[in-house]
């Protein structure tokens, strides 16, 4: 398996919600800062109260596992199970 990349994603919500209620009515970004300075003036831009703003944070990790030889009548199950065997180490 090849080395996984990791991206950092902040997200600000509005009037104390959590990214779940918030339901895409969220800003997204990939820097605390920059979430936080936007998500204020946002929340002043909407009639907000920017000190109920929340910022969470979640990281998103990328995994490209190891070429799989696939051909006409691969069964992709058998495939999908031989990648995923890379990920469990015992």
Do not use: C
């Not at 919500?13 to 800003?27: N, Y």
């Not at 799989?68 to 009548?73: I, L, N, P, Y």
């Amino acid at each position: 398996m090849q080395e996984l990349d990791y991206y950092p994603e902040y997200i600000v919500t509005f009037e104390g919600q959590t990214p779940e209620e918030a339901k895409g009515h969220s800003l997204p970004s990939p820097d605390y800062d920059i979430a936080k300075s936007i998500g204020i003036e946002m929340a002043y831009d909407y009639g907000h109260d920017p000190d109920k703003n929340r910022i969470f944070y979640r990281t998103v990790i990328i995994a490209s596992t190891d070429w799989v030889e696939v051909g006409d009548d691969s069964n992709y199950e058998e495939v999908i199970e031989q990648i995923n065997r890379e990920f469990r180490p015992f």
